[in-house]
């Protein structure tokens, strides 16, 4: 049996380290994704001031005074790609079947993190 995985664009995202994929609403999160993951190409990287929960990793920046994180990052839009006849943006038909009571779960955009060192990720709502 295959291990379960998101693919983004040439990057494998494995569901054994996304930190918080337990969570019913992170799952109908990653189905959706899944179903869009076409559209995604290489991660984009991200400076996070915190230190990552699950390995510690961060290198201290005295000009900044703050820990360094670097992430990958993805940013995935809930929106359809036309407005509706107004122009006013719509969730995605997609989003809104797949996440049923919970579409309010994000506003505009699901984001993605890696960790650099230990490639745990986590999924995040705007």
Not at 72 to 96: R, V
Not at 100 to 122: F, M, Q, V
């Amino acid at each position: 049996m295959s291990e379960k995985c998101l693919t983004l664009g040439p990057e494998v995202l494995y569901y054994r380290d996304c930190v918080n994929y337990s969570e019913d609403t992170v799952q109908k999160v990653l189905e959706f994704v899944k179903l869009k993951s076409g559209q995604y190409g290489s991660p984009r990287y991200v400076n996070c001031i915190n230190d990552c929960d699950h390995c510690g990793h961060g290198v201290y920046n005295t000009k900044q005074d703050h820990n360094e994180h670097w992430c990958d990052y993805w940013s995935i839009s809930i929106f359809a790609d036309e407005p509706d006849e107004d122009g006013f943006e719509m969730y995605d038909l997609d989003w809104e079947r797949i996440m049923g009571d919970a579409s309010s779960y994000a506003d505009n955009e699901i984001r993605i993190y890696r960790c650099h060192n230990c490639k745990t990720w986590l999924v995040d709502p705007d």
